[in-house]
Nanobody
Framework: QVQLVESGGGLVQAGGSLRLSCSASGRTFMRGAMGWFRQAPGKEREFVAAITWNWNSEVTYYADSVKGRFTISRDNAKNTAHLQMDSLKPEDTAVYYC????????????????WGQGTQVTVSS
């Protein structure tokens, strides 16, 4: 089993920044992908960003709504992924979830096997 724990959420004003972290422990896999998803009140969970994990080349995917504002990165040695969120907007308010899979990168939440508990991000106007 792989355990994922998110941190870094909080309250920020519009235009501000937050950095989320996702720490993996347990039977961590050698190669795969990690992704970030979010769920706003009354809405379905949606894809935010994903990154390859321990592959020779780094590949990243972003949702159009966050492209140019959010940056996903990884620290393989620490089994940690980060989501740097800049120029935050009120519509970015949501619970952010980290997810992991031991196969190729994907934007589909149904492809991910492991999930964290989520961290709340609130952006005030």
């Amino acid at each position: 089993q792989v355990q994922l724990v998110e941190s870094g959420g909080g309250l920020v004003q519009a235009g501000g920044s937050l950095r989320l972290s996702c720490s993996a422990s347990g039977r961590t896999f050698m190669r795969g992908a990690m992704g970030w998803f979010r769920q706003a009140p009354g809405k379905e969970r949606e894809f935010v960003a994903a990154i390859t994990w321990n592959w020779n080349s780094e590949v990243t995917y972003y949702a159009d709504s966050v492209k140019g504002r959010f940056t996903i990165s990884r620290d393989n040695a620490k089994n940690t992924a980060h989501l740097q969120m800049d120029s935050l907007k009120p519509e970015d308010t949501a619970v952010y979830y980290c997810a992991a899979r031991n196969r190729l990168i994907s934007t589909l939440q149904s492809d991910y096997d492991y999930w964290g508990q989520g961290t709340q991000v609130t952006v005030s106007s």
